[in-house]
């Protein structure tokens, strides 16, 4: 047993200094009926030297990103990731620690979290950001969730151009606690969201309006219209963003958005097929924070006046407030907080800048080499590191095709949208070339 | 010192590769009212810096690799670090969720092979991997108890999620998320479910009821048979904490007790990190009449492949994709290093642990329920209490002994509580030196009580004032100009 320190003569002295002399005697308070009389029915164990063998075969039954081309995105993103960051994360004192509980022997984690959500607040643009959530979606739930406690609103808006998983699991969060959904149409020309289409008497009814920037498609959406809408209702304006486009984009702050969430899976984490990823949570105002779900990290100072930090605001949570609390998240995903905070420090305002702004030149070449060998893009509006192409054609049957070329073709809308069923949700990254992408144009062009 | 502090104009801690696509005009690719205009608000360092600084900040933590980290209810158990190399091996952490299932057959084979070994270990019939926490998996499972109540029709009566005051905060939190209302019922002497209070309190309006077992008091409650039927007779489900499986492996299986939904924490019972507070992951087993209301996808085995699969009355996503995969594969790698018999040796060792340190320090801590443990137990401060000491300032006092404190003023029902988990992974030496510690703090508090309410001296800062760190917030860092 390498985990298991315990040897039987050691079991046997620690038995006979409790008054107990077999290891089963332990159990005496189960029920003798109710114990498992027989071994687990598992697979037999396997040696570090095998099990490193099997699940390297495993590992190996899937086609990873090292051995093709992706313009996969549709929530998860194909971005650098420097190297130095495995190193860091994987020191045993932040990756064994629990929740900083014990606040004296806990401040790397705690200052580090500090870090984030510093970080995410001025990435943002927003007065507080906290320790972090499972991911963007979650966060986009409780962030309606959080608007209809502000605001005493049972109604929450969502553009229905959001990721349709998102919008899916927005309605998992809603519809138990008795709360509406609205869903704001697109304009299906623009690919942008029809504010103009929305019923007015509505608006005083909506607890806030949620909106991408950019939309599930990653079409950019006129955020200052909207805005200006729920804000003349006195609804609270919740922004989706990618923070990797705030780089170039205009921040949420600067809308005078109530609430940013977002995914920070793309800020230095693996894909690991879709998680663990990061959600962040930030808000306007010191008042929005005593309504905030999660971990929140404050800064203090010790009993020589020495500065530290500590888990504050817990009144809001879970272990004070039980059901009271203004959500039930416990453990978040303080790891891959740290795995940001090290990617926004290593690329600095230079190097976001830089990543955003190859995202947008790349894949405006991508789709520029595309129409020229006369393709379709679906949406007019001007996008970020996504866009949707249309043609006639079986995407998911290109997709195989690409696939013998070592390339992993777009998203086929087709599984999410019935009316997309001839589009494709195109990603390019600064991970991209040019080669790559020529020869992906060649390729879909030959086959026209 | 931090990042922005360090800042210099100028540095870069990272380049990216030169731009080789023909660049046009930004602003004739977005308007240009779209674009920022403020400060992006980032530190401007090279690796090297920021290297030492993060190396610098890890040095102030404590951790399961650094120290004893008796948590309760927190199972800081050893994370073996082959589970690490395997999760980073490429083919599992450089694949993206929307991949055709023909190139991922291998990450749906090992999702389902941890679905069948975690419900061969619960005792019921299938799995969902994707909640990402424990809560996150009590909130699913009440949903699920939910949508079990909508198809017989009884959803708009079924309103009470009943609840023992030992619970952890996240049942009555999870319930109220869920819609539900949260029923609290008080413990026994013997510090189980009060069973008459369980009667009195269940009827046609009882949708469900949590339990931790063995509770937070790390005790295993002999009523359960009784306790299940109560439930069941009423119409209600049983919902299982999993909080505190490190009990029971191979011992005793929740399914067979009677429980139809259980939540397991991977990231305590099966070894993966704490991550300094994530990522955790939470995946529920439920029983055969739940399956069809499992969140969507869950992986199915058919014709040779895995396929991801929407369950006919799915109660909808609860998470982006799948779940946090990579810690399913530590956990999974975890479960197949040990094997039926490692992993009831966990059990057996954790239980032992908890029973001997139990046992050596009852004479001086005030013990509530003198009785077996499971794989913690709960101590009480309030002998100290008579010299003025609390259990916090105890607690701060372990900081200096090189040990992490225990879990302390939980459960709530015990005062001045202080929740001991050993787990199987320390050794005689480590726990002998943890009673010895504590032994010389009992011995403190009486004589030397002022020692106490100075500590910790020893750690990285001195007590930190929490009250001032609530009064007066500063959570975010925003450096004078």
């Given amino acids: 047993m390498p985990y298991i320190p315990n040897t039987p003569e050691e079991q046997r002295q620690m038995l006979e200094a409790i008054?107990?002399?077999?290891?089963?005697?332990?159990?005496?308070?189960?029920?003798?009926?109710?114990?498992?009389?027989?071994?687990?029915?598992?697979?037999?164990?396997?040696?570090?030297?095998?099990?490193?063998?099997?699940?390297?075969?495993?590992?190996?039954?899937?086609?990873?990103?090292?051995?093709?081309?992706?313009?996969?995105?549709?929530?998860?993103?194909?971005?650098?990731?420097?190297?130095?960051?495995?190193?860091?994360?994987?020191?045993?004192?932040?990756?064994?620690?629990?929740?900083?509980?014990?606040?004296?022997?806990?401040?790397?984690?705690?200052?580090?979290?500090?870090?984030?959500?510093?970080?995410?607040?001025?990435?943002?643009?927003?007065?507080?950001?906290?320790?972090?959530?499972?991911?963007?979606?979650?966060?986009?739930?409780?962030?309606?969730?959080?608007?209809?406690?502000?605001?005493?609103?049972?109604?929450?808006?969502?553009?229905?151009?959001?990721?349709?998983?998102?919008?899916?699991?927005?309605?998992?969060?809603?519809?138990?606690?008795d709360i509406e959904l609205v869903k704001i149409a697109y304009n299906h020309d623009t690919g942008l969201t029809d504010i103009d289409s929305v019923d007015t008497k509505l608006g005083p009814e909506l607890a806030c309006m949620i909106v991408g920037q950019p939309s599930f498609f990653g079409t950019l959406e006129d955020i200052g219209r909207i805005a200006a809408w729920i804000k003349s209702h006195k609804g609270l304006l919740v922004m989706a963003v990618d923070p990797i486009s705030l780089g170039l984009l205009k921040a949420p702050g600067e809308y005078g958005a109530d609430i940013a969430v977002g995914d920070a899976g793309c800020l230095g984490n693996p894909i690991s097929f879709g998680g663990p990823s990061v959600g962040f949570f930030a808000v306007s105002d010191m008042k929005l924070v005593r309504k905030m779900p999660g971990r929140i990290v404050g800064q203090t100072t010790d009993r020589d006046g020495n500065v530290g930090y500590v888990l504050t605001l817990q009144a809001r949570e879970q272990h004070i407030r039980r059901e009271k609390a203004t959500s039930n998240i416990c453990t978040n995903q303080a790891l891959n907080a740290l795995t940001a905070t090290i990617y926004l420090a290593l690329l600095g305002p230079q190097g976001i800048r830089q990543t955003a702004y190859q995202c947008l030149q790349k894949t405006a070449y991508l789709r520029r080499k595309l129409e020229a060998a006369g393709f379709k893009a679906r949406f007019k509006a001007p996008v970020f590191k996504e866009f949707v192409l249309q043609a006639d054609w079986d995407w998911e049957a290109i997709n195989e095709r690409l696939l013998e070329h070592n390339y992993l073709g777009g998203f086929p809308l087709k599984q999410v949208d019935p009316s997309l069923f001839d589009c494709v949700l195109i990603a390019v990254t600064e991970a991209r070339t040019k080669a790559e992408m020529d020869q992906f144009v060649d390729l879909l062009r030959g086959w026209r | 010192m931090l990042l922005l502090d360090m800042s210099v104009p100028g540095r870069q801690g990272y380049t990216l590769p030169k731009l080789d696509v023909d660049e046009i005009p930004i602003t004739d690719l977005i308007p240009e009212d779209y674009l920022r205009e403020s400060e992006l608000g980032l530190p401007e360092l090279t690796e090297p810096e920021v290297v030492r600084y993060f190396t610098q900040l890890s040095r102030k933590n404590h951790g399961v690799d650094v120290g004893f980290y008796p948590l309760g209810s927190c199972t800081m158990k050893y994370n073996p670090r082959v589970n690490e190399d395997i999760a980073a091996m490429p083919g599992f952490s450089r694949i993206h969720p929307r991949q055709p299932e023909s190139t991922v057959q291998g990450a749906l084979q090992l999702m389902y092979e941890l679905d069948r070994s975690l419900a061969e270990i619960a005792g019921l019939a299938k799995t969902s991997l994707q909640p990402a926490a424990g809560a996150h998996g009590e909130l699913t499972g009440l949903l699920i108890i939910k949508a079990y109540h909508k198809s017989r029709g009884e959803a708009e009566q079924r309103r009470e999620i009943i609840i023992p005051d030992s619970a952890h905060g996240t049942n009555p939190a999870s319930a109220q998320m869920a819609g539900f209302i949260a029923r609290e019922i008080p413990s026994n002497e013997r510090g189980g479910v009060d069973v008459e209070a369980l009667k009195a309190a269940v009827g046609p309006q009882t949708a469900g009821l949590m339990l931790t077992n063995p509770n937070t008091l790390g005790l295993f409650d002999e009523n359960i048979e009784t306790i299940a039927k109560i439930v069941h007779d009423a119409g209600g489900l049983l919902y299982y904490d999993g909080a505190n499986a490190n009990a029971i492996l191979g011992i005793v299986r929740p399914g067979d007790t009677g429980f139809d939904i259980v939540h397991f924490n991977l990231h305590k019972t099966f070894s993966t990190p704490h991550g300094g507070g994530g990522p955790g992951s939470g995946p529920i087993v439920v029983s055969e009449a739940l399956v069809d209301f499992l969140p969507s996808p869950i992986v199915e085995y058919s014709g040779g492949r895995y396929h991801l699969v929407r369950p006919k009355h799915s109660i909808g996503p609860v998470k982006a994709f799948y779940g946090n995969f990579a810690v399913m594969v530590k956990a999974y790698a975890f479960i197949r290093h040990l094997g039926a018999e490692g992993l009831r040796a966990v059990s057996e060792n954790a239980v032992l642990n908890a029973n001997y340190v139990m046992h050596q320090l009852k004479q001086d801590y005030y013990l509530p329920y003198d009785r077996r443990c499971m794989h913690e137990f709960v101590l009480s401060g309030k002998w100290q209490k008579e010299y003025g000491v609390s259990t916090l300032d105890m607690a701060k006092r372990l900081l200096d002994y090189g040990v992490h404190a225990p879990t302390i003023y939980f459960p709530l029902i015990v005062e001045e509580a202080i929740m001991v988990e050993p787990t199987e992974t320390e050794s005689k030496a480590t726990l002998d030196a943890f009673i010895a510690a504590m032994r010389a703090i009992a011995g403190e508090a009486k004589n030397d009580p002022e020692k106490l309410k100075e500590a910790p001296t020893r750690t990285p800062v001195k007590r930190l004032d929490e009250t001032k760190a609530a009064r007066t917030p500063v959570l975010v860092y925003r450096p004078a100009k």
């Fill in chain 1, 19 to 177: 008054g107990l002399s077999r290891l089963a005697d332990l159990f005496a308070d189960i029920p003798e009926q109710l114990k498992l009389k027989r071994p687990l029915d598992l697979p037999e164990p396997l040696a570090e030297h095998q099990l490193l063998r099997y699940m390297g075969q495993l590992a190996d039954k899937n086609v990873n990103l090292d051995r093709c081309v992706s313009f996969l995105g549709a929530g998860a993103y194909d971005h650098i990731i420097p190297a130095v960051i495995s190193h860091l994360i994987m020191r045993g004192e932040f990756l064994t620690a629990y929740t900083p509980y014990q606040a004296e022997i806990s401040q790397g984690v705690l200052q580090s979290i500090f870090e984030f959500q510093t970080l995410i607040a001025n990435l943002t643009k927003m007065e507080a950001a906290n320790a972090s959530m499972y991911d963007g979606a979650t966060a986009l739930a409780e962030a309606a969730l959080m608007a209809c406690n502000v605001t005493n609103r049972r109604k929450v808006g969502a553009a229905a151009n959001l990721d349709p998983q998102w919008l899916e699991l927005l309605q998992v969060y809603l519809e138990n606690q």
